[in-house]
């Protein structure tokens, strides 16, 4: 999904998290032209929309009002069991890709992801369900990104390049062409990922090396 998520007209949107990250994708649904009207969550600063106490109650309001979600929640793991939720109570959840984004029109993009101001997804790039493409972030040509997934500020993975589900690529780090990231292991900033990384690992440094045995 390219563009304005939802068609052509104004779209109104609640985005799910109040803190400063759903800020960034409030910001990107309303520069794009459409309207957030509530955020849910303890909030970070001041809201000039209504603060919704949970998820229940955006829920409740959006099957209602039939308005779009959107997932301004950090964590990878409550992304994605919120968009399953959402998808079980029939909520709408179109990607959020920012309007000084480049996304190719050859990509696959799933439900529930996010993607922030100037971040690029290359040709054939595959971002699973709850993906975040943060700020600045490349996602080459034949990148595969697993749901829940969080490609950080300024991090990069080149092209033929795997992550699997729930993995946290740190922001300015670079995973090398072709390198298979396992499914929830942790790439430190600024790192850059030369072989392979077995699930659940933590890797760090120029060339990322494991933290522990």
Do not use: Y
């Not at 700020?135 to 950080?152: K, L, Q």
């Amino acid at each position: 999904m390219h563009g304005r998520p939802v068609g052509d007209r104004m779209t109104d949107w609640i985005v799910l998290g109040a803190g400063g990250h759903a800020r960034s994708v409030a910001d990107v649904v309303q520069r794009k032209g459409d309207r957030v009207v509530a955020v849910t969550g303890i909030p970070s600063g001041r809201w000039d929309v209504p603060v919704l106490v949970s998820d229940d109650e955006a829920i409740d309001l959006a099957l209602r009002s039939d308005l779009a979600v959107a997932l301004g929640i950090g964590s990878g793991v409550a992304r994605l069991s919120t968009l399953e939720r959402l998808r079980a109570a029939g909520v709408r959840a179109p990607a959020v890709t920012a309007s000084t984004a480049t996304v190719s029109a050859s990509a696959s993009i799933a439900t529930g992801v996010v993607v922030l101001e100037h971040a690029h997804v290359g040709p054939a790039a595959r971002l699973g369900p709850a993906v975040l493409v943060n700020t600045a972030a490349v996602v080459e040509h034949d990148v595969v990104v697993g749901s829940g997934t969080h490609v950080a500020p300024g991090a990069v993975l080149l092209g033929g390049a795997c992550a699997e589900d729930l993995v946290f690529v740190g922001a300015g780090a670079v995973v090398l062409p072709l390198v298979r990231l396992g499914e929830g292991c942790v790439v430190g900033a600024g790192s850059v990922v030369r072989d392979d990384v077995g699930p659940g690992r933590t890797v760090v440094g120029s060339p990322a090396l494991p933290t522990s045995p």
